[in-house]
């Protein structure tokens, strides 16, 4: 076969579009680190990449989750944690108070702080967490204790669920009926601190055992709530580390899938680029002669 002039060009600038082609794929991944770019670069590859990185969206999903349902489990036992401060003053003012040497205005003057307390309790009560009441239910956007009459409210007992997994569903609210006490229980406790104030205003002893009595049976109650709750959070932990590792797990299978390997890539662009520099010196050197070069 007669190999012409024409034919020699039309095969290098075909060599040569080749070698752009190439240097323009390695270039490409260069600037993005990624070896795939476009499902033409591994349509296999692309199949991979896109089923990690949904997998990844749907268990970061459920992390977000988990942080949510922890900042909630915390924030309940912080607030659980002043109301259990704000007992145990109460009992140490009933214990002084409760005393046959203490002095009608002695008691009275512990009324006052009793009563401070009582409206802490309320404030207490009424917590919002992100804007939300957490001792009541489903109800987050209403209050659960009236300012005046605590002890009468009755609060939504719903639950509030997070998905921190697959088909795990996380309550993390607790009813302030089951924390504070329900308005039919002898130890409901802002009943309780109303009984304590009365019993030392009115310097009645006998009220004011009465009440210590219940301050003990609620307090025990409270921890046991707190203790309920700290379970749940340590259980949200291992959620959260479990869901960790399994999205590090995927976003290492992502990253062996479509990340480019830098050292490699290097080595391959320079032999690229030494290989078009050469394809075009050697076009140079066999396209250059003409009919005019011969005739001389």
């Known amino acids: ?5 024409g034919m020699l060009t039309q095969q290098f600038l075909l060599d040569l579009q080749n070698s752009y082609r190439r240097l323009s794929s390695l270039q490409d991944q260069a600037a993005s680190g990624k070896r795939i770019n476009r499902p033409a670069d591994d349509p296999v ?28 489990l915390d924030y309940t036992d912080t607030v659980m944690n002043q109301a259990g401060d704000v007992i145990k003053r109460a009992r140490e003012l009933a214990v002084e108070g409760a005393s046959d040497t203490v002095p009608p205005d002695a008691r009275q003057a512990l009324a006052s702080e009793v009563d401070q307390l009582l409206q802490q309790m309320v404030t207490i009560g009424n917590s919002q967490y992100n804007g939300k009441y957490i001792f009541n239910g489903q109800a987050t956007t209403t209050k659960p204790y009236d300012t ?10 719903g639950q509030v669920l997070y998905d921190i997994g697959d088909g795990v569903h996380l309550d993390v609210n607790v009813p302030g009926s ?3 006490g329900s308005p039919t229980e002898a130890d409901n406790v802002f009943a309780v601190l109303k009984q304590l104030r009365d019993g030392l205003n009115g310097n009645d002893t006998a009220k004011i055992e009465d009440a210590l009595g219940k301050i003990d049976s609620r307090y025990s109650k409270m ?13 949200v932990d291992l959620a959260q580390n479990r869901l960790g590792d399994m999205v590090q797990n995927l976003t290492s299978l992502l990253s062996k899938t479509e990340d480019a390997d830098m050292g490699k890539l290097a080595i391959d662009l320079k032999s690229a680029e030494n290989v078009h520099m050469a394809s075009l010196a050697v076009g140079a050197r066999v396209l250059m002669p003409s009919l005019v070069d ?3």
Do not use: C, H, I
Not at 1 to 5: A, F, G, I
Not at 223 to 228: G, I, S, T
């Open 1 to 5: 076969m007669r190999v012409t002039q």
């Open 45 to 72: 590859g692309v199949g991979f990449a896109m089923r990690y990185k949904a997998q990844v969206a749907y268990y970061g999903q459920y992390q977000q989750n988990a942080d949510m349902a922890k900042g909630w």
């Open 148 to 157: 005046a009459n605590p002890e009468s409210s009755v609060t939504n007992g």
């Open 178 to 180: 089951r924390f504070f």
């Open 223 to 235: 921890l046991e709530v707190r203790a309920d709750v700290g379970a749940r959070s340590n259980r």
């Open 294 to 296: 011969f005739l001389k």
